[in-house]
Nanobody, 125 residues
C-alpha cells in the first residue's frame, strides 16, 4: 500500500468545472487501476469513475457519464478526474484509491486498498 494525495477540490457554481488530481510519487500506482469515489455526510462512499492501469479503459457511474472524464499520466504517477457541468448533487469529499489489479473491476470501494485523504468539492449557487 502507498499513500495517494488528492488535490483540486474547490467551491464552484452549478455548471462549473473542476479537475481533480491524484498523485502518488515514488509509487507503483501506474501498475494498477485507480478509482475515484465521493462521500457526503450520512451516506456511503460512492464510486464515480475508474481508469485501468494503462489508461485504455474507463468505467463511470451513470450519474456522471458524459460529465466526468478520468485520465492518467503514468510518467507523473498522477491520475486526473475532469468534471464539467457540475451539479449540486456532485458535492462531497472526493477520494482516489488504487486497486490491486490492472483492469477496472468494480466501482465498489471495498476492494481498493490504497487511499488518499480526500479533497472537498462543493457545488452551490
Amino acid at each position: 500500500q502507498w499513500r495517494l494525495a488528492e488535490s483540486g477540490g474547490d467551491s464552484v457554481q452549478p455548471g462549473g468545472s473542476l479537475r481533480l488530481s491524484c498523485a502518488a510519487p515514488g509509487s507503483t500506482m501506474d501498475y494498477y487501476a485507480v478509482g475515484w469515489f465521493r462521500q457526503v455526510p450520512g451516506k456511503g462512499r460512492e464510486g464515480v469513475a475508474c481508469i485501468s492501469a494503462g489508461g485504455e479503459s474507463t468505467t463511470y457511474a451513470d450519474s456522471v457519464k458524459g460529465r466526468f472524464t478520468a485520465s492518467r499520466d503514468n510518467a507523473k504517477k498522477t491520475v486526473y478526474l475532469q468534471m464539467i457541468d457540475l451539479k449540486s448533487e456532485d458535492t462531497g469529499v472526493y477520494y482516489c484509491a488504487a486497486d490491486r489489479y490492472k483492469p477496472c473491476r468494480t466501482l465498489d470501494y471495498r476492494p481498493y486498498s490504497s487511499w488518499g485523504q480526500g479533497t472537498q468539492v462543493t457545488v452551490s449557487s
